[in-house]
């Protein structure tokens, strides 16, 4: 079965917020969920970069929680409107430290981990994504002008889920690092 092509959508700025931090209800939404990310940081910039030569893009790693109001996302999705409303809003891009592809080598496999109270909601490796980083690399730079400090979260393993109020949420990422 051929893979779908891969989509995309941006976060502003305000959308970033470290781990640790408490993140509060977002308003608007009452299906509020998590995303268990690999989160690539690129240091070099290109456009039209191949498979070849993606890895000589990257920075680091970092562990990533993509935060989603569900029930705007599919609202929209329904309607055939783009998702901002349900992805890009404030503290909705949760990240770790980023950790140099220098210090740690290129990361392409290990077991990624999400729990929620202590009780595990995702795990996976990340040798499962659909789409390898190389690959989403050469795709989205034929779109933009990758640069210097761009973020990509590469995607989740099943088992996301909804975030209740008073919640814990911390993940991790065998040899990048933790979340939470």
């Known amino acids: 079965k051929a893979k779908q092509e891969p989509f995309y959508f941006l976060k502003h700025p305000s959308a970033f917020v470290s781990s640790g931090a408490v993140i509060p209800y977002p308003p608007q939404t009452s299906n509020y969920h998590y995303e268990m990310e690999f989160v690539v940081a690129i ?7 191949s498979q070849d030569d993606a890895e000589d893009s990257i920075f680091g790693y ?23 409303l349900g992805k890009d809003f404030e503290n909705s891009a949760i990240l770790s430290p980023i950790v140099p592809k220098a210090k740690i080598g290129i990361v392409s496999q290990g ?4 729990t929620v109270n202590n009780d595990i909601k995702q795990s996976s490796d990340l040798n499962l994504l659909i789409w390898n980083v190389r690959e989403i690399i050469a795709h989205l730079s034929k779109f933009y002008h ?3 400090g761009d973020l990509i979260y590469t995607g989740t393993p099943e088992g ?3 975030a209740n109020v008073g919640d814990h949420i ?3 990422i065998d040899g990048v690092g933790s979340i939470g």
Do not use: H, Y
């Open 146 to 148: 990758l640069q210097p």
């Open 111 to 114: 077991e990624i981990k999400l």
């Open 62 to 84: 970092a562990c990533g929680l993509d935060m989603t109001r569900r029930d705007l996302q599919l609202k929209a999705r329904e309607s055939g409107r783009p998702w901002d």
């Open 43 to 49: 240091g070099k910039g290109g456009f039209n970069i």
């Open 160 to 162: 996301v889920g909804p």
């Open 170 to 172: 911390s993940g991790s």
